[in-house]
């Protein structure tokens, strides 16, 4: 019988797995070619870095914000520290800080006075609280499916979404890339609509040489624990437009007059506003950010060599702009039929049971979700939008090319990028053991 040649794919997977395989015969003996999931011995049983970083720098600084005895920013120094120095960082004109990447994006929408009647563009695949700041306006949500290959926001697909009654275009920066912020910020300047970055997840990344959050009229940044820069809850917006800024600073401290113009934003408001223990913690943080990122971006260029080459599994591509990802996340999408038709479920699982434990799937498909289902049969927008408006809604949230994104994302943690370059050899070699031996982990 004529047999196939191999392509350079399926070459390159066998000889890693003949490698991979021998080495670990070669460390642990034969049980160890056998996967964890089947009572063979973990790829790794090491931890992973602990997160977060902290010090006597933290210390320092918290004691300093706690003997001051201004606690709050009124009087104190730390939260106007960190909005100096994260605006110097990203090279923007004002920031604005808040008590969570939340309240960073209500924010906005409030400054821009969004409310009933009005329709926000947004993504599917991107944390709840993007689709929350925008109900919690009385606004319409409208998603615009995502590319799967980059795992943003579908800019082809925005123009045929807006209608006269779009008010704001929200481009999440999902995961650390970038979506093109070329096609969308011209788009926004065609129709004369406003663009807020949702970078909330996407610390020092870049758009052709420029950090994200400068890019459209805001972008706003999440401090939350699990983030890149964490002070366990916390959040910015960044802007270049001076006056609206001095409205978000309004909104979010209860619709005070700021600036020179005395600007409010309108008449609405709240207390959003960041205390100076955040603010002292995020100061400490700053100053670890650059090298931290730096040895995410090298570790991931690493992982997605070896990667790249293992069939059924295709790393996160970026768009020619993104000129730096800020790796919060490292996904990749994950093809079953190369896995002898291993499930998804069962592939994490048994990378959980190699060592690989920081191991997702990342979001659900939320357009599908209840949470959003409903919303077109919620007593509120019942009377706020005709029937033939929330039909269009509906329609808006069919999104196929997020239903599959989200049924073959895995994701790992940024956490695990601090490890080292052996860190992220064991995890090739643990998917490559999976793919190996696909077929008896699935019967099992």
């Known amino acids: 019988m004529k047999t196939s040649p191999m392509n350079r794919r399926q070459f390159l997977a066998t000889t890693a ?48 914000a706690l003997h001051s005895r201004k606690w709050n920013r009124y009087g104190g120094k730390q939260v106007k520290a960190f909005e100096k120095a994260f605006a110097a960082r990203a090279g923007a004109k004002s920031c604005v800080a808040t008590n969570s990447g939340t309240s960073s994006l209500y924010t906005c929408l409030g400054a821009l006075d969004i409310g009933p009647g009005d329709e926000v563009i947004l993504p599917p695949f991107t944390f709840i609280a993007t689709f929350n700041i925008i109900t919690l306006n009385y606004a319409l949500p409208i998603y615009v499916d995502v590319d799967p290959a980059t795992s943003q926001i579908d800019a082809n697909q925005i123009e045929a979404a807006l209608t006269p009654n779009t008010k704001a275009i929200i481009a999440v920066q999902i995961g650390g890339n970038v979506c093109d912020m070329d096609k969308i910020c011209a788009l926004g300047k065609k129709h004369n609509i406003p663009v807020i970055e949702d970078a909330c997840q996407s610390h020092l990344a ?105 069939p059924g599994i295709l790393v996160q591509q970026q768009y020619p702009g993104c000129t730096r990802h800020a790796w919060h996340v490292y996904a990749f999408r994950y093809q079953q039929k190369h896995f002898a038709g291993l499930g998804r479920d069962k592939f994490m699982l048994a990378l959980k049971k190699e060592g690989i434990d920081d191991t997702a799937g990342g979001y659900t498909a939320w357009n599908k979700e209840g949470h959003v289902s409903q919303l077109s049969k919620n007593r509120h927008y019942k009377k706020l939008y005709s029937p033939e408006t929330l039909d269009r809604w509906e329609q808006h949230r069919q999104c196929p090319q997020n239903d599959l994104l989200c049924s073959e994302n895995v994701r790992f943690t940024q956490t695990m990028l601090l490890g080292t370059k052996s860190d992220m050899e064991q995890i090739a070699a643990a998917i490559r053991k999976i793919q190996q031996h696909a077929g008896a982990i699935a019967r099992a």
């Open 206 to 310: 870049e758009w052709r040489g420029r950090m994200v959050g400068n890019w459209g009229l805001a972008g706003c940044f999440s401090f939350q624990a699990s983030k890149n820069l964490n002070c366990g809850d916390g959040g910015a917006l960044l802007t270049n437009d001076l006056d609206f800024g001095f409205k978000c600073e309004s909104f979010q401290d209860q619709s005070r007059n700021k600036g020179p113009k005395n600007l409010t934003a309108g008449c609405r408001g709240g207390n959003l506003r960041m205390t100076e223990f955040q603010g002292a913690i995020l100061n400490a943080q700053l100053t670890r950010l650059e090298e931290q990122s730096r040895h995410r971006e090298q570790n991931a260029e690493y992982l997605s060599s070896m990667l790249k080459d293992i």
């Open 17 to 64: 797995v003949a490698g991979v395989g021998l080495t670990l015969t070669a460390t642990f003996g034969k049980a160890a070619t056998k996967p964890a999931i089947l009572g063979g011995t973990p790829v790794r049983t090491a931890g992973w870095p602990h997160w977060p970083v902290c010090n006597e720098v933290e210390d320092k600084l918290l004691l300093e």
